[in-house]
């Protein structure tokens, strides 16, 4: 049993504090209007949830000090716009060995703070240094209320904590995973109430279920956008406080977004929807930080400034649907293709593997590799991943020197030396001509031919020899091709130096 007081006397704070008390824990509900305690005291009912019992153990408060006083958990439950001052208050009475807990989802508008940001923050200032854990999913507290079946993320840096927030919130009604993915966790969490306004404005305006399924799903390709840019994980975005609660926000009757979005889809003004909605739309709260977020991360959110420039800057929803549908023509795929043929191929070696293809697959690549760096390296080693023998030709020093007419700095032995120093290459041969890339498919019983994206679409030839050819992504700010530039020219023969691939003809029979 814990002791563990809610800061918030909303419908979400509510709802959890029945929740702990039913389990066993004891708890104390505090909020800062003392008219809200003594009417729930008094009814033991809260407004926005009538079906719901408070049982009689849950004591309510509207002494800060008190509520923080003797307590195990601090769970803040005020709208994001109260976080701040609700710590502030709270911070002389509390002590470390506290952990705090945050519900509420947003950003604050100046400070581009998260929830648990703005917690921490204010417990520094007042010398204090608590662990905050964020919790957060598709959760709403009408069902919660019900006891119906739900789940959420307990997120903390530190996965022990988040394990103990795990603990003491489990039960048969609430099942709780955990994160150590906190600002992923927080960012979703403000976001989805955005691109649940766009879900409710969409339904307003009459369009039907396509339209919904598309705003969810691109809305979350761009939160993830600007998560990943962040640094958050990608495994957040998909998870219950990423997706799950996306999901439930931009469908769901109980969705306060949702239903604001919808009203201004109707035509009512944004004031008139939020006075209608009656409780905290934090949607409309979190735009100008995400508008401010996608400007200093320099990320494309299409759909979170289209709700802006609805709510913030009058413009029509009709014209708004119109240009989002209007824009260019752009890919679903978020990374190169030759990335996701890379990944593709790496994955269908490991599956013939794993499914007992014991034929070994054997690899072969071509490059000078006179200066052994990481761009290179890095390329052996994707080689290498493709299959179980990486076989890799450099050239000989005659071929450099009357083929490609360049001066080496180191021999042909030097580089051999080098390159078979290195423990992903199995075999190192010399390239002395042009025309010997078709035989030596066949000698070496070569599967996979690599060379990396700079040379695109040379090799193709190379798949009559029955071979896979594959480009592999280099290393963006390492250009050997530029190296080889700079160190070569100075090396010219008869004042000519092949550095550029243009100048190369790679197959001598075509
Ligand atoms: N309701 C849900 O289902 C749900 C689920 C998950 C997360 N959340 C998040 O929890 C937070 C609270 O949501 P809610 O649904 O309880 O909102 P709500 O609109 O029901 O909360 C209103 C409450 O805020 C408190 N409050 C009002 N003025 C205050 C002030 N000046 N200082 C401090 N506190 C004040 C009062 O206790 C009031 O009852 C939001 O950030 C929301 O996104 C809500």
Wanted: charged share 25%.
């Amino acid at each position: 049993m814990k002791r563990i007081s809610v800061l918030g006397a909303g419908t979400w704070g509510i709802a959890l504090a029945r929740m702990l008390c039913n389990i066993g824990h004891s708890v104390t509900v505090w909020s800062a209007l003392p008219a809200e305690i003594e009417e729930l005291s008094r009814t033991r009912q809260h407004k926005n949830l009538p079906y719901m019992d408070i049982p009689d153990a849950l004591l309510f408060t509207d002494d800060v000090a008190a509520a923080c006083e003797g307590t195990d958990i601090l769970l803040f439950a005020v709208p994001s716009v109260f976080v701040r001052s609700t710590v502030r208050s709270a911070a002389p009475y509390i002590t470390e060995s506290q952990v705090i807990v945050d519900v509420a989802k947003g950003i604050e508008s100046d400070t581009l703070m998260t929830m648990s940001e703005i917690i921490v923050d204010e417990l520094n200032k007042a010398g204090k240094c608590n662990s905050v854990v964020a919790l957060s999913g598709p959760t709403h507290a009408e069902e919660v209320a019900k006891d119906l079946p739900t789940t959420i993320v307990a997120a903390h840096a530190d996965i022990e904590t988040a394990e103990y927030i795990q603990s003491v919130f489990a039960n048969p009604v609430l099942r709780v995973y955990t994160n150590t993915d906190v600002k992923g966790v927080e960012i979703c969490g403000a976001l989805k109430n955005i691109i649940a306004l766009a879900s409710g404005i969409s339904a307003g305006l009459g369009y039907g279920d396509n339209a919904r399924a598309a705003l969810i799903t691109r809305g979350l390709a761009e939160i993830e956008r600007l998560g990943l840019k962040m640094g958050c994980l990608s495994d957040t975005f998909s998870g219950l406080a990423g997706v799950g609660d996306l999901i439930v926000t931009a469908m769901s009757k109980h969705s306060r977004n949702n239903k604001c979005g919808y009203l201004i889809g109707q035509g009512y003004s944004t004031d008139d929807a939020v006075k209608q909605v009656g409780m905290v739309v934090e949607g409309i709260n979190a735009l100008p930080a995400a508008i401010k977020l996608a400007a200093q991360y320099e990320v494309e959110m299409p759909i979170i400034t289209a709700v802006d420039q609805i709510i913030n800057h009058n413009a029509s929803a009709v014209e708004i649907a119109m240009n989002l549908m209007g824009r260019d023509g752009i890919t679903e795929l978020s990374k190169p293709i030759l990335d996701i043929n890379y990944e593709t191929a790496v994955i269908k070696n490991a599956a013939m593997r794993a499914q007992g293809d014991q034929s070994m697959k054997r690899v072969i690549t071509y490059g000078t590799f006179d200066l052994l760096h990481y761009g290179h390296i890095n390329l052996l080693r994707r080689a290498k991943a493709l299959g179980d023998y990486l076989i890799v030709v450099i050239s000989s020093d005659e071929f450099n020197w009357t083929e490609k007419h360049k001066k080496c700095y180191f021999t042909y032995e030097q580089r051999k030396a080098l390159v078979e120093s290195i423990r992903y290459v199995d075999l190192v041969i010399p390239e002395n001509s042009w025309t010997q890339k078709r035989s030596d498919m066949h000698e070496y019983h070569v599967d996979t031919f690599v060379m990396g994206d700079d040379w695109k679409g040379k090799f193709d030839f190379l798949k009559e020899e029955g071979v896979e050819v594959v480009y592999l992504p280099r290393t963006p700010e390492i250009s050997s091709s530029k190296m080889k530039k700079d160190l070569y020219d100075a090396n010219t023969v008869d004042g000519e130096s092949k550095t550029s691939h243009d100048d190369i003809n790679t197959d001598p029979d075509a």
